[in-house]
């Protein structure tokens, strides 16, 4: 008995370390993010005056002149620029990558493994080596200053995505697909009506994926956006800064406003995300 009082006593404080030293990390982990969020309520020359989290005087005006932005031009342009390019580019993003992983999961043909691995190995390709060739591309297109070099590479797919999906549609058995074509359905039809439904875990985790790249990019607004009418919320909180001064209460309102959208989907979805990251890789 005194054996097993001694491992539960151990067990306890085993646990009460875990959870003790996962707080420490969380608090600092969190810390940066509620000092901007608690800093969107200060008077600007309290921000950096302390590194206490409580305002000392609560203000809303940040939150006032950071959506008003530059008299002319409201955040609410920014955010609905950063709303359309958002939903567009993964509507495509997930619909397109479902519809070539079926093809590689499903269909045999020729070739598959080798386009596959090419598929593969462009998850190690760095952006930055493609970014010149691509802006010659939509230069000469003449896409630039328009959203289309942001929202139509996304309606290829995603290899990310796509390798996710391949995992799902190899642990659903063949047999959905035999029976469904001995009753007549086609290839796209076994896609669309039956497997489709059925990697829903793989299908909301690329959607919340794809949402948090795409809101959060900045260096594609940056490099094909010009006008500022068209700029997404990542660029126009940039153009807040300025070389001798910068309105840092108005940038922490902004920021914090800017992280709702992605707050939201994640609250919503996270059960989703631990599903879909966990059964990816197991299924064969």
């Known amino acids: 008995m005194t054996g097993i009082r001694e491992r539960q006593m151990i067990k306890i ?8 030293v996962v707080l420490v990390i969380g608090i600092f982990m969190l810390y940066p993010l509620l000092w901007m969020i608690f800093g969107s309520f200060k008077l600007t020359e309290d921000i950096f005056g302390s590194i206490s989290l409580i305002p000392k005087h609560f203000t809303f005006q940040n939150y ?31 619909l397109m990558s479902s519809l070539v992983a079926f093809g590689f999961s499903r269909i045999h043909f020729k070739g598959s493994k080798f386009w596959y691995s090419c598929m593969f190995l462009t998850l190690m390709l760095p952006y930055q080596v493609v970014m010149v060739p691509q802006f010659v591309l939509f230069f000469k297109l ?7 070099p942001l929202i139509i590479p996304q309606w290829g797919g995603q290899a990310f995505f796509i390798f996710m999906m391949v995992q799902f549609f190899r642990g659903i058995p063949m047999e959905l697909d035999e029976s469904a074509m001995i009753d007549g359905c086609g290839k796209f039809v076994v896609y669309s009506r039956i497997l489709f439904p059925l990697i829903k875990p793989a299908l909301i ?56 959208p992605s707050l ?12 879909g990251i966990a059964t990816t890789g197991l299924k064969a």
């Open 13 to 20: 404080r085993n646990k009460i370390i875990f959870h003790l």
């Open 264 to 275: 939201v989907i994640f609250f919503i979805f996270q059960k989703y995300i631990v599903e």
């Open 205 to 260: 985790t690329s959607t919340i994926f794809s949402f948090y790249w795409r809101w959060e990019d900045f260096l594609g607004p940056l490099l094909y956006l010009n006008r500022p009418r068209t700029f997404t919320v990542s660029l126009a909180m940039r153009m807040f800064a300025d070389p001798t001064w910068s309105d840092w209460g108005a940038i922490f309102a902004m920021g914090t406003l800017s992280l709702v």
């Open 64 to 94: 006032i002149r950071g959506w008003r932005y530059n008299g002319t031009t409201s955040f609410a342009v920014f955010y609905k620029n950063s709303f359309l390019i958002t939903i567009l580019s993964t509507v495509g993003a997930v």
């Open 142 to 148: 003449k896409w630039i200053n328009t959203y289309l």
